[in-house]
Nanobody, 113 residues
Framework: QVQLVESGGGLVQAGGSLRLSCAASGSTLSMNTVGWYRQAPGKQREQVAV???????NSAAAVKGRFAISRDNAKNTVYLQMDSLSPEDTAVYYCHILHTNAWGQGTQVTVSS
């Protein structure tokens, strides 16, 4: 059974940084397409970044240049480095494995102005 555990969220001031982690068990992340998504109150869940099994990564236009997704194969963990955070980035952030449609429980990110 695949389990994803996100961590690293918290409260940060605008302009600050956070690094989210997504640790997996039951699946090898390097062999999968893994995405980071976020859902703000009253809004639909949206993808913010994705990393493919070959290592190519993409990010959404809203976070491009500020967020970066990466992967540590030895730790079977995917990261989301978030810089220059703004209040609009406040949301619950989730990681997701495309092939198995596995989701983590989410981690709250709150950015104060």
């Amino acid at each position: 059974q695949v389990q994803l555990v996100e961590s690293g969220g918290g409260l940060v001031q605008a302009g600050g940084s956070l690094r989210l982690s997504c640790a997996a068990s039951g699946s090898t992340l390097s062999m999968n397409t893994v995405g980071w998504y976020r859902q703000a109150p009253g809004k639909q869940r949206e993808q913010v970044a994705v990393i493919f099994s070959g290592g190519i990564a993409n990010s959404a236009a809203a976070v491009k240049g500020r967020f970066a997704i990466s992967r540590d194969n030895a730790k079977n963990t995917v990261y989301l480095q978030m810089d220059s955070l703004s209040p609009e980035d406040t949301a619950v952030y989730y990681c997701h494995i495309l092939h198995t449609n596995a989701w983590g429980q989410g981690t709250q990110v709150t950015v104060s102005s």
